[in-house]
């Protein structure tokens, strides 16, 4: 990848579409520690919080790897929002962007065909491994009974084959739906679901608050973007993760 980044910059392309933000940095950075680590020490750093991993020298090689990426970023990049990212890769002005698949849905609403006009990759060395964020709708206890009714009809009718093809057809996303019928999406959404299916490194997102506590979510998140902003050395930001982890549990 950093050296297609280094071809891209010499042709004069921006070889990353990022925004500064303290959300995509950290979706980002896990990307990467799921890259260098795998899934089992994901695992452990963000499931688990073993300190053991959180302090390792694989953590100090991901930090290395994520600074790498500020090399290949524009200076319009910090506060910039996820979709003006993406706006960057359609119009051809940035080769690619870190980020999840509801940004397909605004390659979607310009035209763009995926295969012919863009690709879904998985981050390089996540082959295999599928982190997953997944969306919750909550509904409360109900006194009456007219009403504990509706809201079942309201599960069954989002949880229907129709609503699931509408919905992430047009979101960019994968049904919650195993025995969903796949033949109508995308060959981004096909490939994204049989990954998901094999179910061989399935990790929850760290950075959208599905691996632990919102506290430690947000000490992590706090660490990695002033590190990405700043002149930090890897060593040092291992010290500062494990010390901000251990403080908001």
Known sequence: MWKAAEKLEAAGIIPIAHGGQAWQD??????????????????????????AALESDTMVEAFKEFRKVTSYIDRGAPGRDWNVATAMVIKG????????????????????????DYYCLPFPGTEGDFTFNVDSLAMFEQRDAANTEAQMKMAEL??????????????????????????????????????????????PSMAH?????????????????????????????????????????
């Open 93 to 116: 002005e940035a080769a690619m962007q870190f980020m999840g698949d509801w940004a397909k849905g605004e390659f979607s609403a310009a035209g763009k065909v995926p295969g012919k």
């Open 158 to 203: 989002v949880l229907s084959t129709k609503f699931q093809d509408v919905f992430n057809m047009n979101k960019g996303s994968i049904p919650v739906r195993l025995d969903q019928d796949m033949s109508g999406f995308d060959s981004c959404a096909q490939a994204s679901m049989e990954t998901f299916k094999q179910g061989k490194g399935l990790v």
């Open 209 to 249: 608050g599905m691996s632990t506590f919102p506290a430690v979510s947000g000490a992590i998140s706090d660490v990695a973007t002033n590190f990405f902003n700043s002149k930090m050395g890897a060593e040092e930001a291992v010290g500062k993760l494990a010390s901000a982890i251990r403080a908001a549990q």
């Open 26 to 51: 950290n979706t980002t950075f896990e990307s990467i520690v799921l890259s260098v680590g795998g899934a089992e020490f994901f695992n452990k750093a963000f499931v688990e919080l073993d300190m």
